[in-house]
């Protein structure tokens, strides 16, 4: 995939759970429409979830998790055969059966390969790009009390010893989240914001997912279905700070975003 323009990737979250209540998709039916849209809008990536990682969360067991992505993956594959599918998921089993079984096109990660020992030997097996993120903690605690010496710092030592241990597998194709709102105060999010283009420092292409999050909507005083104005602000900042994909519920506000950036950065060329 080229990433010199901006890619989307449009979530689909087939769970009961997930903190924007509009996302949640759990019939075969409502899949498919969500699908649909996201295509239609211009969703270059479709990254399916099964377990709800919000702060507080408590995720199903494997086996929940694996019905969930049974009754997902399945017609989407039937349907969208060469859409570009993404697997949100922080278990190696799970990432396996997603590859194996529905040719799944990407791991995305958001414990960073902690919650599983076993993902950065899978992955590499597979063969399969991997979204590694950053996530201090786990979903029912990473929001108690998050701190950090050095934000910055630590991210970017703890990219490079992850991603040192994911080449030693083997492993060839990574994209590096940072991890809005994964064990990060509001006023982290906001200065690694304010900092994100050092992560360029690690040559890899950089994922923001900040779709309606709290650090938008708490700011705002608001909630996560009055977000999208705040979420097209932070992702218009990201896309000026280096990122390569963009994470998003609403795929055609984020499209049209991208569209507007590109076009600034090259206005002498006409469009097609």
Same mark, same amino acid.
């Given at each position: ?13 087939? &769970? ?9 998709? $759990? ?17 270059? +990536? +479709? ?15 494997? +086996? ?5 992505? /049974? ?18 998921? @922080? ?7 997603c590859v194996e079984e529905y040719n799944a096109d990407i791991i995305n990660d958001i414990s960073g390969g902690q919650f599983d020992d076993k993902m950065f030997d899978t992955v590499a097996q597979l063969g399969v790009p991997y979204i590694l993120t950053h996530t201090k903690g786990t979903p029912n605690h990473m929001q108690d009390h998050p701190? =950090? ?9 703890? @990219?490079?010893?992850?991603? $040192? ?14 991890? @809005?709102? @994964? ?11 304010? $900092? ?6 690690? *040559?890899?292409? +950089? ?9 938008? =909507?708490?700011?705002?005083?608001? &909630? ?24 998003? /519920? ?5 499209? *049209? ?7 600034? $950065? /090259? ?6």
């Amino acid at each position: 995939m080229d990433l010199s323009t901006p890619r989307i990737m449009g979530i689909l979250n087939v &769970t009961p759970d997930s903190f924007y209540v509009e996302s949640r998709k $759990q019939t075969e039916d409502d899949i498919m429409v969500r699908a649909k849209e996201m295509i239609e809008e211009g969703a270059d +990536i +479709i990254d399916v979830g099964a377990c709800s990682t919000r702060p507080g969360a408590e995720c199903p067991d494997e +086996i929940e998790e694996m019905r969930r992505l /049974h009754t997902a993956l399945h017609p989407l594959r039937r349907a969208f055969p060469d859409a570009v599918i993404s697997v949100d998921t @922080f278990r190696a089993s799970v990432a396996r059966m997603c590859v194996e079984e529905y040719n799944a096109d990407i791991i995305n990660d958001i414990s960073g390969g902690q919650f599983d020992d076993k993902m950065f030997d899978t992955v590499a097996q597979l063969g399969v790009p991997y979204i590694l993120t950053h996530t201090k903690g786990t979903p029912n605690h990473m929001q108690d009390h998050p701190h =950090y010496d050095d934000l910055m710092h630590e991210m970017l030592t703890y @990219f490079a010893e992850r991603v $040192q241990m994911l080449r030693d597998r083997g492993q060839k194709d990574i994209v590096i989240d940072p991890g @809005f709102g @994964f064990g990060k105060s509001l006023e982290h999010n906001y200065m690694l914001l304010n $900092q994100l283009a050092q992560l360029q420092l690690m *040559e890899l292409p +950089i994922l923001v997912g900040v779709s309606r999050k709290r650090m938008i =909507y708490n700011l705002l005083d608001t &909630t996560p279905e009055h977000s999208l104005n705040g979420t097209t602000v932070v992702n218009t900042i990201a896309l000026t700070k280096g990122a390569n994909i963009l994470r998003v /519920h609403d795929v055609k506000a984020a499209k *049209e975003c991208v569209t507007i950036f590109h076009k600034m $950065q /090259h206005p002498a060329i006409k469009d097609s």
